[in-house]
Nanobody, 128 residues
């Protein structure tokens, strides 16, 4: 199972936007739930969003609800994360992760367990 992740956009100022994509290979995409996580400096890893590939259900942590949007293109085995209204508190290393389940895990599980499979992390710095 492999993830190829890309970030669209460079340095971000407060109020700005940034997009991520993660292309997956090596597994049956529709049998997985794909999540995005982040870890800010000095803080624990946080699950911020999850999408069930099989039925398209989407879930967001309170910290990102209304500002971040998760989506998928199943034909391309790709999950996207669109981030808007960014603020310095969004500064973190961002990861995508996959779990071999059709329904997204509860965020308490995501926060404690993480994901079974990980993409490489990408640092996002939001300047004030």
């Amino acid at each position: 199972l492999r993830f190829s992740c890309r970030r669209w956009g460079g340095l971000v100022q407060a109020g700005g936007s940034l997009n991520f994509s993660c292309a997956a290979a090596g597994f049956t995409f529709e049998n997985y739930a794909i999540s995005w996580f982040r870890q800010a400096p000095g803080k624990e890893r946080e699950g911020i969003s999850c999408i069930s590939i099989s039925d398209g259900s989407k879930y967001y942590a309170d910290s990102t609800k209304g500002r971040f949007t998760i989506s998928s293109d199943n034909a391309k085995n790709t999950v996207y994360l669109q981030m808007s209204s960014l603020n310095p508190e969004d500064t973190a290393v961002y990861y995508c992760g996959a779990d071999p389940v059709r329904e997204c895990p509860d965020f308490r599980v995501l926060n404690s367990h993480g994901a079974d499979y990980w993409g490489l992390g990408t640092l996002v710095t939001v300047s004030s």
